[in-house]
């Protein structure tokens, strides 16, 4: 009995000390490894080819060999919604990763990012950024906090096959509400699949109005100093939801599923199920490499505007930012690594080619239609640069990239972007789902609730 | 020792000499330590820390968030009772709790009585009643995720959808199920029920055998057709297992989650918004990290709510279930 006592008595130190260890183990995250280098934990887009995989590590290295008090430690990170709340609360994002427009300003205001735009400033590209982009990643006062790295606009893309299919010119692309309308019609008739889908669900129902607000010459705020007002129910978003009332109600030729999200319609899209959708123009790589799109079934154009001088089309892109806990010296190296891996390739030959050709040798699509983070000129070059590498079917983009640059781009709205964006959702299913919507009362309580957001602010 | 009685019996209960009480050992740390005490904290403790750590500490770290402003990432700030105050005054609130109200009254009109039916059957079941059993079980053992992923094909609005096509066979629809504000919360419930009722039943199956059979036996002598022994017999027998099953039933669809957040994310039009999926819309619809101090409030005054609840529903029934 003593000696089961004993035993016991032993298997309950050990235990306690194994949670005692692994608590504590958990508690630390050390900024300098043993050589007294400063660690930096990169991102790295999950599920790569091999090939991409060594490429990446190629620059890794190279990057270590001109920085060798730096040592680059890669993690494996996508940003995602639901899982970018969870790593950004819980503190577990790497120390440099990337985030779209969307979230650059949101997270500006609520110091959730390092400011770094210190470093940034020194960068010597750093005055020549697109305004309009760089407004994504700066605070109010103009200072970049967040480094873009790559932009697009808004398009409506459409599917070639169901337009042959329904009897329609796939290279002469509807150019205007009232073709969209018809044509969603005619694809809803011909091939019993969904002329024209809207996303309305976890915030892109809200993404997508303020879309088509824009290119009806509208807005979801106005700026005056530090006061914004919200402009949600006015005439242009009044008519967005009409058109897709009418298209929903009258014509049947919206489908059956008014609960898609930016993943959902992709898959229905790629899997024809959808004529034209508006989304942003630079998808094509994601929908052939998750979605398995086929090639020659893509077609994108621009979106089309309203004859109206305030009319354009909504801009997005992504941006580079560094964790708010590192320190100092994780800070400067972390810009250092911006510049090397996201910038250089956009502004210097041997970094662009080496890039691209990463990227076609992973099987991943290399041309896909964006818009310039610098000037023309620098991204004109660029292209050149890279052209020999280029995989995607351009022919099928020329209606999107013979245009893409005469169209106004206008940024997201910057104040409680994600919560107005989120109580739209329901106006636009609302509209989709209930014949008897009172628009003006839809948009009438949404703008209340909105602006009873950004007065909190 | 004492040596334990070799017949037993009440008229034998009279018989044995009432035991003397046992002589007072005095207790002092070193005897607590002698007789094991201290083993038996030491093997308390790697179970407390866990439940320390993993338990009691997020719930207590929800009653001070509940109290703060907090992003996780910048100092929190002590605002009082504001986020409670923000959280009443949501109007989405209402809707929130109005659609969980909803669901539970579906839940408890279609969920309830299926299990128990099934039980009831499935007893008086001569040959297979394994078989049964085990496909009556089969969906509780399904990953949640991939049985709601397998449902939205069954529901997919579309004329080829799986239930539409069969209601398409007898001239009927096609039901635009998830998609519409009327239709989408009894989608979910129909699911739901199909998803728990295994479990429920298999519970009632193993408190049905508990019934003695002369019950039956006389029941069928005094000449009572099934649904009187159903009524008179089964169900006062399985009163105590019922009263618990309606407890974790209206604590579970109070809890809702699952179905409305991966099926519809509370639309059509916030339709199937329900409370624990606002309380999550609160903490994560927003990338940026949302307002964890209302969602945090919000947890904490379901809890309340379900805790009195559940203590004034025991409170009341306790007569019929010791009956």
């Known amino acids: ?457 | 020792m004492t040596t334990a009685p070799t017949v037993a019996g009440p008229a034998l209960a009279t018989a044995v000499a009432p035991r003397p009480p046992r002589p007072r050992r005095r207790r002092t740390p070193v005897t607590w330590v002698r007789g094991g005490g201290l083993g038996t904290v030491l093997f308390l403790l790697p179970m407390l820390a866990v439940f320390l750590v993993f338990s009691w500490l997020p719930i207590v770290q929800a009653v001070v968030m509940s109290v703060q402003e907090t992003n996780l990432v910048t100092a929190p700030v002590f605002v009082g009772l504001d986020n409670f105050r923000a959280v009443l005054a949501d109007p989405l609130l209402w809707t929130a709790v109005r659609n969980t109200l909803w669901f539970a009254f579906l839940a408890l009109l279609i969920g309830y009585p299926i299990p128990l039916v099934a039980a009831v059957l499935m007893s008086e079941v001569r040959r297979f009643k394994g078989l049964y059993s085990a496909l009556a079980y089969l969906p509780v053992v399904i990953p949640p995720v991939v049985a709601v992923l397998l449902w939205k094909f069954f529901y997919d609005a579309g004329p080829n959808g799986v239930f539409n096509t069969l209601l398409g066979g007898v001239g009927l629809g096609p039901v635009p199920w998830l998609q519409d504000a009327s239709t989408a919360m009894f989608s979910l419930v129909v699911q739901a029920t199909w998803a728990a009722a295994g479990g429920t039943m298999i519970i009632y199956l193993a408190a049905l055998t508990a019934v003695a059979p002369e019950l039956y036996e006389a029941a069928e002598l005094d000449g009572a057709s099934v649904w009187h022994k159903v009524w008179h017999v089964t169900l006062p027998q399985l009163r105590g297992v019922l009263l618990i099953t309606f407890v974790l039933q209206i604590v579970g669809t109070a809890q809702v989650f699952l179905e409305p957040f991966l099926f519809t994310g509370g639309g059509p039009a916030n339709s199937t918004t329900t409370i624990l999926l606002l309380i999550y819309d609160y903490a994560f619809a927003n990338s940026l990290g949302g307002d964890y101090g209302a969602a945090t409030a919000l947890s904490l005054m379901l809890a309340v709510v379900l805790a009195v609840f559940s203590a004034i529903y025991f409170r009341l029934t306790r007569s019929w279930s010791a009956g």
């Not at chain 1, 697109?130 to 970049?144: F, H, K, M, P, T």
């Not at chain 1, 303020?210 to 007002?229: F, H, N, P, Q």
């Not at chain 1, 079934?297 to 909504?314: E, F, M």
């Open chain 1, 1 to 457: 009995m003593r000696s089961l006592r004993s035993a016991g008595l032993l298997a309950v130190v050990a235990v306690t000390t194994a949670v005692a260890a692994t608590l504590t183990a958990c508690s630390g995250d050390s900024q300098d490894n043993a050589d007294g280098k400063t660690v930096v934990n990169v991102t790295i887009d999950p599920g790569l080819e091999q090939g991409a995989i060594d490429a990446f590590e190629a620059r890794v290295a190279q990057f270590e060999s001109a920085n060798s008090t730096i040592d680059i430690v890669p993690k494996e990170y996508k940003w995602e919604g639901t899982t970018f709340t969870a790593q950004l609360a819980g503190g577990t994002l790497p120390d440099v990763f990337t985030v779209p427009f969307t979230d650059g300003r949101g997270l500006i205001e609520r110091k959730q990012i390092a400011d770094i735009s210190g470093l940034v400033a020194g960068l010597p590209y750093a005055e020549k950024f697109n305004e309009n982009i760089a407004r994504a990643g700066s605070s109010d006062d103009g200072r970049i906090w967040a480094v873009p790295i790559a932009a697009y606009g808004q398009a409506l893309h459409y599917n070639r096959t169901l337009f042959t299919q329904a009897g329609l010119d796939p290279d002469d692309p509807p150019s205007s509400w009232d073709e969209v309308r018809s044509a969603a019609r005619q694809i809803a008739e011909r091939t019993g699949q969904a002329g024209y889908a809207q996303m309305t669900s976890g915030n892109t129902g809200g993404w997508m109005l303020v879309t088509l607000a824009y290119a009806m010459g509208g807005r979801a705020e106005s700026i005056d100093g530090d006061r914004a007002t919200s402009t949600i129910d006015t005439p242009e978003m009044a008519r967005v939801l009409q058109t897709l009332r009418t298209m929903r109600w009258d014509d049947n030729s919206m489908g059956a599923n008014f609960l898609y999200e930016w993943g959902t319609i992709n898959q229905d899209f790629a899997a024809g199920r959808i004529g034209m959708h508006a989304s942003g123009g630079g998808n094509y790589g994601s929908l052939t490499a998750q979605n398995a799109m086929k090639p020659e079934d893509y077609g994108v154009t621009v979106l089309p505007l309203a004859d109206d001088a305030d009319a354009g089309v909504l801009g997005g892109g992504t941006l580079a930012a560094v964790n708010a806990k590192a320190s100092d010296a994780v800070r400067a190296a972390a810009v250092k690594w911006i510049d090397f891996y996201y910038m250089s390739k956009l502004i210097t030959e041997e970094a662009a080619v080496l890039d691209a050709k990463t990227t076609a040798d992973s099987g991943q699509a290399v041309g896909a239609p964006e818009l310039p983070v610098f000037d023309k000129a620098t991204f004109d070059q660029r292209q050149r640069w890279i052209s020999e590498y280029v995989n995607v079917p351009l022919e099928q983009m020329t209606p999107y990239t013979d245009e893409m640059f005469d169209q106004p781009l206008i940024p997201e709205p910057t104040r409680s972007t994600q919560e107005v964006y989120g109580l739209l959702d329901p106006v636009v299913q609302a509209v989709l789902t209930d014949r008897d919507a009172d628009v003006s009362a839809l948009l009438r309580d949404a703008e209340a609730q909105a602006q009873a957001l950004l007065d909190r602010r």
